[in-house]
C-alpha cells in the first residue's frame, strides 16, 4: 500500500515536471513587443507562441467608421480576430480585418468593395501591430486594375475621443517594375491618403 502511494507521488511529481517545462518553452508576447521584432532579421523568436493583446488596444477600433476624403466616401468595417498560425508564422496572433466600401461622392459609382468577403484573412486589409500609439495594417487593392496601389494604413484614435479616428495611408513605392505601372506618376490611388473618419 505504501509502496503504491509513492508510486502516485512519483507519476504526479513527473506529470507536473513535464507539464511546467512545457509551458515555460511556450512565451506568449505582447502586440508592443512584437513591434519591437519587426526589423529584426530573425523576426519574432521561435519560442514565441502567441502574441496577444495584452493591453486590450484592439477592441477601440473595432466597428464601423464613416468618412469623406478626396471626393469619396469611405466605409470601414473593423473586426478583431484570433488568426491561428499558418506554416511560416508558427504563432496565434490578435489582430484586426478591415473591409472596405468606398464610393464616389459625385456619382455614387462603387469604386471598392470587400464587405462582402467571409475570410478575415482574404480581406486585404489586416493588421499586425502598434507603431507610435498607431495601429499599422496592411493594405492591397484586390482590384485588377490596380498601379502600385498598396501599402500600409495608420489608425489612430485619440484618448479624447474614441468616436473620431484618423486614417493615413502610406503607399508603397518598390516592388512594382515601371513597365507593370506605366502610368504611377498619375495614377490615384484608391484609398486617400489622409481620413477622417466618424464611428457609426
Not at 13 to 19: G, P
Not at 76 to 98: M, V, W, Y
Not at 112 to 119: A, C, E, F, P, Q
Request: charge should be negative; glycine fraction near 4%; proline fraction near 4%.
Amino acid at each position: 500500500m505504501l509502496q503504491q502511494t509513492n508510486m502516485k507521488k512519483i507519476i504526479i511529481l513527473f506529470i507536473a515536471l513535464a507539464l511546467s517545462t512545457i509551458s515555460y518553452a511556450q512565451v506568449t508576447i505582447s502586440l508592443e513587443q512584437a513591434e519591437s521584432y519587426k526589423d529584426s532579421p530573425d523576426g519574432i523568436p521561435e519560442d514565441v507562441v502567441y502574441v496577444k493583446d495584452i493591453n486590450n488596444k484592439l477592441p477601440k477600433f473595432v466597428g464601423v467608421w464613416k468618412g469623406t476624403a478626396n471626393g469619396k466616401s469611405i466605409e470601414l468595417h473593423l473586426n478583431r480576430f484570433l488568426h491561428l498560425p499558418e506554416s511560416t508564422d508558427g504563432f496565434k496572433i490578435d489582430q484586426i480585418a478591415g473591409r472596405l466600401l468606398i464610393i464616389d461622392s459625385a456619382t455614387g459609382q462603387i469604386l471598392y468593395n470587400t464587405l462582402s468577403i467571409s475570410n478575415d484573412e482574404n480581406t486585404s486589409l489586416l493588421g499586425f501591430y502598434f507603431i507610435n500609439n498607431s495601429y499599422v495594417m496592411n493594405f492591397a487593392n484586390i482590384n485588377e486594375n490596380y498601379c502600385m496601389d498598396s501599402g500600409d494604413v495608420y489608425l489612430s484614435i485619440s484618448s479624447n475621443d474614441l468616436t473620431a479616428m484618423k486614417l493615413n495611408f502610406l503607399r508603397t513605392q518598390e516592388w512594382r517594375s515601371p513597365s507593370d505601372c506605366p502610368n504611377f506618376s498619375t495614377y490615384v490611388p484608391i484609398l486617400p491618403k489622409n481620413v477622417l473618419l466618424t464611428k457609426q
